[in-house]
């Protein structure tokens, strides 16, 4: 039986601004939505589906209560199939992809829904001061913060102001083509938040100016370089990929999007966690014996433009195929769902351009870095 990785669906909700069109909505029933158009879409049901893999960052408040579960009975899945929600931060919908990718190989499981989940607006970011006392005194925590890590990235690798924002500029616009010209339309479950549908990222500056980015003052540090329009946006979305194995794909009569391949999680010095990309993506160079070279599309978070710039420059990574559609500058970041939003948004456009490989990868907050490939 052929135990390979594959993707059979890819979807994530469009993404909103904190406090703007998902404010009424739960991280649930972001969720909900994809789970059942992907089990609506393909004909099957729970009784094949063995289990839900969902990330989720802040694990607390109405995110708390192991959310996956929550949603595999809210859903159609129904109570025979568990649900596991993960953290592993901006990486946590990625390594339920890695975790189902995994089992899968392994022969433990035939199908699982891997995805994750981040509302923003009604759980906020960074609330939890339960910290460990010894993190205290071994770290400054404050240098820790997630944006402090993006100036001390620029400071030391010296990646200047102008560049940061010359590089969320192209992202505002790459992202407003790829809207405009219908690129999203295929990976977008609609939402319907009460009011309308929501179908369209509401954090995509579609007449955003370069100048006005010059005036834009800097949030974290005084003399620093980050500001509002070079950093990710705080929003809220969800994300799901369908993961079986080739064999399961088969007998269901499923079209492969693609296969899944190596992945890798690293570590690195928290205070500049933005860099966690560059050991993630080269221990899969590294164990593949790839070079950068071969990968046609990469993926790479923008959790702030300086950090995005230092792993694209270190990776070698050309810009032709590097965040063609933007990222998360433009589109947001709802922190649980994007280790899944950017290997829904990359098998869409491989397919789109009908190329063979790419790659996923995004930088975690205190000092992690996530990669996975995908071929076809
Ligand atoms: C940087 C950050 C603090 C900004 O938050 P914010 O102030 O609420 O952001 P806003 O979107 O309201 O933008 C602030 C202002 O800049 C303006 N602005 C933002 N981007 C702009 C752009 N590209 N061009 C022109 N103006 C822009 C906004 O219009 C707003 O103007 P206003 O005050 O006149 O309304 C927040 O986005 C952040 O913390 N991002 C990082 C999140 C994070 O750490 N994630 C984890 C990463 S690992």
């Known amino acids: 039986m052929d135990t390979t990785p594959v993707v059979v669906r890819a979807y994530r909700t469009a993404h909103g601004k904190e406090d703007g069109v ?29 289990d839900l893999m969902w990330g989720c960052a802040q694990q607390r408040e109405e995110q708390g209560n192991n959310l996956a579960r929550i949603i595999t009975l809210l859903s159609d899945l129904g109570e025979s199939v568990p649900g596991t929600t993960i953290n592993r931060w901006c990486a946590s919908s990625a390594q ?101 549908q929501v179908t369209e ?16 003052p800097t949030v974290f540090k005084s003399e620093g370089t980050v500001t509002p329009g070079n950093a990710s946006q705080i929003s809220d979305g969800a994300s799901a990929l369908l993961v079986t194995s080739e064999a399961f794909a088969k007998e269901h009569d499923l079209e492969i999007m693609a296969e899944i391949g190596n992945n890798s999680v690293q ?3 928290p205070e500049v966690m933005g860099i966690g990309p560059i050991p993630a993506v080269r221990d899969i160079l590294e164990r593949t014996g790839r070079d950068i070279d ?17 792993c694209q420059e270190q990776l070698g990574i050309d810009d032709e195929k590097f965040n063609v559609n933007g990222g998360a500058i433009a589109i947001g970041h709802p922190l649980g769902a ?29 000092g992690q870095g996530a990669a996975i490939e995908f071929s076809r």
């Open 96 to 196: 339920a992809v890695i975790s189902a990718s995994d089992a899968i190989r392994a022969g433990q499981r035939d199908a699982i829904i891997a995805g994750g989940v981040e509302n923003m607006s009604r759980v906020k970011m960074g609330a939890n001061t339960a910290m460990h006392p010894r993190m205290n005194e071994d770290y400054n925590l404050a240098a820790l913060q997630m944006g402090m890590t993006a100036e001390e990235v620029a400071e030391r690798y010296d990646v200047s102001r102008e560049a940061q924002d010359d590089y969320a500029f192209r992202s505002q616009q790459r992202a407003s083509e790829a809207t405009k010209s219908g690129r999203f339309e295929d990976e977008i479950v609609p939402i319907d938040n009460g009011e309308k």
């Open 201 to 216: 990222d509401e954090g995509i500056r579609h007449d955003v100016s370069r100048e006005k980015m010059d005036e834009l």
């Open 267 to 269: 570590g690195v010095e």
């Open 338 to 366: 994007t280790g899944a939003r950017l290997p829904v948004t990359l098998i869409h456009e491989m397919i789109k351009r009908d190329v063979d490989r790419g790659i996923a990868t995004e930088c975690v907050g205190f």
């Open 294 to 310: 071969d990968y046609d599309l990469v993926e790479l978070n923008e959790a702030f433009a300086s950090q995005t710039l230092y």
């Open 22 to 50: 998902y404010a009424d909505v739960r991280s649930e029933d972001l969720s909900v939505p994809l789970v059942n158009e992907i089990l609506s879409d393909t004909g099957l049901s729970g009784d094949d589906v063995d």
